[in-house]
Nanobody, 117 residues
């Protein structure tokens, strides 16, 4: 089964940039859509950006123009380039993928992003 491992979180000042990466690994899997979600303290988890294997992309309105999602299908990786970060972007960011081979959702462990001066 597939596992997702994230990296790249941290502390950044408002207006700064961070890049999150997520790699899928496992013996047998087939990933279709990959995405990034985030969950701030006291709030529900929300979809930030998603990308299909064909390259169709969607963003939540609050990050449009600031965040860019990309993926490498051959390497089963997805990245989230974040710029113009704001304090309200502070959250735990989770990588997500849908494994069509087993018809199941797969989540990464989460990585903390803190935007503060």
């Amino acid at each position: 089964q597939v596992q997702l491992v994230e990296s790249g979180g941290g502390l950044v000042q408002p207006g700064g940039s961070l890049r999150l990466s997520c790699a899928a690994s496992g013996r047998r899997f087939s990933i279709n859509t990959m995405a990034w979600y985030r969950q701030a303290p006291g709030k529900e988890r929300e979809l930030v950006a998603q990308i299909t294997s064909g390259g169709n992309i969607d963003y939540v309105d609050s990050v449009k123009g600031r965040f860019t999602i990309s993926r490498d299908n051959a390497k089963n990786t997805v990245a989230l380039q974040m710029s113009g970060l704001k304090p309200e972007d502070t959250a735990v960011y989770y990588c997500w993928a849908f494994d069509v081979l087993y018809s199941r959702n797969v989540w990464g462990q989460g990585t903390q992003v803190t935007v503060s001066s």
